[in-house]
C-alpha cells in the first residue's frame, strides 16, 4: 500500500502541499483530479522520492521514503510514466527499458531483454528496439516510458499526465495501454486531465484543489450530484473539463472498444 | 669558431626530447582527466564543504600562468618542506593539476548540458548515484566535452615545453642542447617546431575521429 499521511511540501514560502493524505491499495486505480498548480506532480514526486517532505510521513509498503535506504527499496516497488517521457536519448530503446531493471532490480540481461521485447510488441512497437527515442513520434516513446516502467515488474504504477504532451491520436493509443493494464488488476496513481477516460478506469478518484485533497471518493460517488459533484470547485473544474475529456471527438468508451 | 654539424646522436635526443614530451604530456593529461571530471562530479552532486573547496582550488590554477605554477612548485614547495623535487616531479604535478582546472570547468558545462529530466528517471528508477554517472550523465557529458577537451590536449601538449626551464630534457630542452652545440638555431628550432606540429597534429586527428565516432552514436539524440 502507498500511504500518504499529511504531507507537507513548500516551495520557499509557498506552500504547495498543505497536508495531504492518501492511500493507495493493491488493485486500485485511483486518480488525482486537480487545476493547473494544484500540487498534483509534486505530489506524484513525493512518493517516488523526488521531492523532499517538509512534513507528513510517505510509506511504500511500510517503507519510509524519508530515508535514504528505505527510499532505494521503495523504488523497486514502484515506476513512475512521466509527463515528458524522460526516456535517455543516448540509448536504445531496448537499453532504455533494461537499464533499471539489470542495474537496481540485479535480474540477468537475457531475461530482461526478453521481457523488455515482449512488452515492446505488446504496445505494437516490436520493430523499434534497436531505434533511439529521437527517431520515434511522442506516442511511440511514451509507450516506450510505459514499457520502461513495466519493464520493473512494479506493484504500484504512478503516472503523471503521461498524455498531456501528445496530440489526440496519440493519447488515445497511450489510453488504450492503461486501459487494458487496469483491466489486468495493476495498480495505479494516475493524475490525468482526461476526465472521462478516468471515470472509466478508476477505483477511486481524489481532487486536489490548492494542495489540499478536498474529496476522496469511489468513482461513482465523485461523479454523483450528492458526492463530488456537491462541491463547486469540482463542478467547475469539471465543466471546464468537459471539451477535452473526449478524444478527437469521440467518447472515450469508443476509442478503447 | 667552425659550428659542429649533425650526428645521429642529435637524432637521438630529439627522439629521446620528444619522448619525454609525449609521455609527460600523456600522463598528466591522463591524471587531469581523471581529477578534473572526479571534481566535477562532485561539485554536480553539491557535495558540501568539499565542492566548494575543488571549485575555488582549481580556478585559481585554471587562471594563473602555468610558468608561475611550475616556479612554485619547484622553487617554492621545497622550501616549505625542507626537501628539494625532481624536475619531472615538479612538472608532472603542476601539469596534471593544471591541466585538472581546465578538465573540471569542461566537465561541469558537459554535466550541466544533460537534461534534468532524464536523470530524475534515473532517480525515480532507482540508479544510485554512481551507475548514474556511468550511464546517464558521463556518455552524454561525454558527447558535449570531446570537442573542447581535443582543444585542451592540444594546447596541454604544446605548455609542456615549458617544464624545459626547470631543467626537464624534454624536446624544447633538447633543441636548446643541440643549438649550443651546433649554433645552427633556425634549422633546430625549426626541426624541434615541425615535431611538435607533428605531434599536435595527430592528436588533432586521433580527437575528430574520437568526437565523429561520439557524434554519430549520438546523431539520433539530436545532442
Ligand atoms: N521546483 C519548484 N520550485 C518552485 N515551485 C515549484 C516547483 N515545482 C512546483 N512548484 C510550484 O508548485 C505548484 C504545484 O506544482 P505542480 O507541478 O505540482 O502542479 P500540478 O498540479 O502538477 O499542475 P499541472 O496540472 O499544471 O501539471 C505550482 O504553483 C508550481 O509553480
Ligand atoms: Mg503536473
Same mark, same amino acid.
Given at each position: 500500500m502507498i500511504a500518504v499521511e499529511g504531507v507537507v511540501k513548500r516551495f520557499g514560502a509557498h506552500t504547495?502541499?498543505?497536508?495531504v493524505s492518501l492511500t493507495v491499495a493493491p488493485g486500485e486505480v485511483v486518480t488525482i483530479l486537480g487545476s493547473s498548480g494544484s500540487g498534483k506532480s509534486t505530489l506524484i514526486r513525493c512518493i517516488n522520492g523526488l521531492e523532499t517532505l517538509d512534513g507528513g510521513r510517505v510509506t511504500v509498503d511500510g517503507l519510509d521514503v524519508a530515508d535514504p535506504r528505505q527510499l532505494a527499496q521503495a523504488r523497486r516497488l514502484s515506476a513512475t510514466v512521466f509527463q515528458l517521457f524522460?526516456? @535517455? &536519448?543516448?540509448?536504445?530503446v531496448l537499453r532504455n527499458i533494461t537499464l533499471a531493471p539489470e542495474l537496481?532490480?540485479?535480474? &540477468?540481461k537475457n531475461e530482461v531483454e526478453a521481457q523488455a521485447r515482449a512488452l515492446l510488441a505488446s504496445v505494437?512497437?516490436?520493430?523499434?528496439?534497436? +531505434? @533511439? &527515442?529521437?527517431?520515434?513520434s511522442g506516442g511511440q516513446r511514451q509507450r516506450v516510458g510505459i514499457c520502461r516502467a513495466l519493464a520493473m515488474n512494479p506493484r504500484y504504477l504512478l503516472l503523471d499526465e503521461?498524455? +498531456?504532451?501528445?496530440d489526440p491520436e496519440m493519447t488515445a493509443e497511450v489510453l488504450a495501454i492503461l486501459a487494458r493494464l487496469a483491466t489486468q488488476g495493476t495498480t495505479m496513481l494516475f493524475v490525468t486531465h482526461e476526465v472521462e477516460f478516468a471515470r472509466r478506469i478508476s477505483t477511486r478518484i481524489v481532487f486536489l484543489d490548492q494542495g489540499r485533497l478536498i474529496v476522496d471518493l469511489p468513482t461513482d460517488q465523485f461523479f454523483a450530484a450528492d458526492g463530488g459533484l456537491a462541491h463547486p470547485r469540482i463542478r467547475q473544474f469539471l465543466s471546464k473539463m468537459a471539451p477535452s475529456s473526449t478524444v478527437a471527438g469521440a467518447p472515450v468508451s469508443e476509442i478503447l472498444a | 669558431m667552425r659550428h659542429a654539424g649533425f650526428t645521429w646522436h642529435d637524432g637521438a635526443l630529439l627522439a629521446q626530447g620528444l619522448g619525454v614530451s609525449l609521455g609527460l604530456f600523456a600522463g598528466t593529461f591522463l591524471i587531469g582527466l581523471i581529477l578534473g571530471s572526479g571534481a566535477a562530479v562532485v561539485r554536480h552532486f553539491r557535495v558540501p564543504a568539499l565542492g566548494t573547496l575543488l571549485h575555488t582550488g582549481l580556478e585559481l590554477l585554471r587562471n594563473s600562468p602555468v610558468l608561475v605554477q611550475l616556479f612554485l612548485v619547484f622553487f617554492g614547495v621545497p622550501a616549505l618542506i625542507h626537501q628539494p623535487l625532481t624536475p619531472v616531479f615538479a612538472a608532472g604535478l603542476t601539469l596534471s593539476a593544471n591541466t585538472a582546472a581546465f578538465v573540471y570547468f569542461i566537465a561541469v558545462a558537459g554535466l550541466d548540458a544533460v537534461g534534468r529530466d532524464q536523470v530524475e528517471a534515473a532517480r525515480a528508477f532507482g540508479l544510485s548515484r554512481i551507475q548514474l554517472v556511468r550511464h546517464i550523465l558521463g556518455p552524454q557529458a561525454l558527447t558535449f566535452a570531446v570537442a573542447p577537451l581535443v582543444g585542451l590536449a592540444v594546447n596541454q601538449l604544446q605548455v609542456t615545453s615549458l617544464v624545459s626551464v626547470i631543467g626537464v630534457v624534454d624536446l624544447t630542452k633538447a633543441g636548446d642542447i643541440l643549438n649550443l652545440r651546433t649554433l645552427r638555431p633556425f634549422a633546430v628550432w625549426a626541426m624541434v617546431g615541425v615535431l611538435y606540429f607533428a605531434a599536435a597534429k595527430t592528436l588533432t586527428l586521433l580527437g575528430n575521429r574520437w568526437e565523429r565516432r561520439l557524434r554519430a552514436h549520438a546523431a539520433p539524440l539530436g545532442l
Open positions: 504547495v502541499l498543505g497536508g524522460n526516456l @535517455y &536519448p543516448h540509448m536504445t537496481v532490480l540485479r535480474r &540477468p505494437g512497437l516490436a520493430g523499434k528496439a534497436d +531505434s @533511439y &527515442p529521437g527517431q520515434l503521461v498524455t +498531456s504532451a501528445l | -
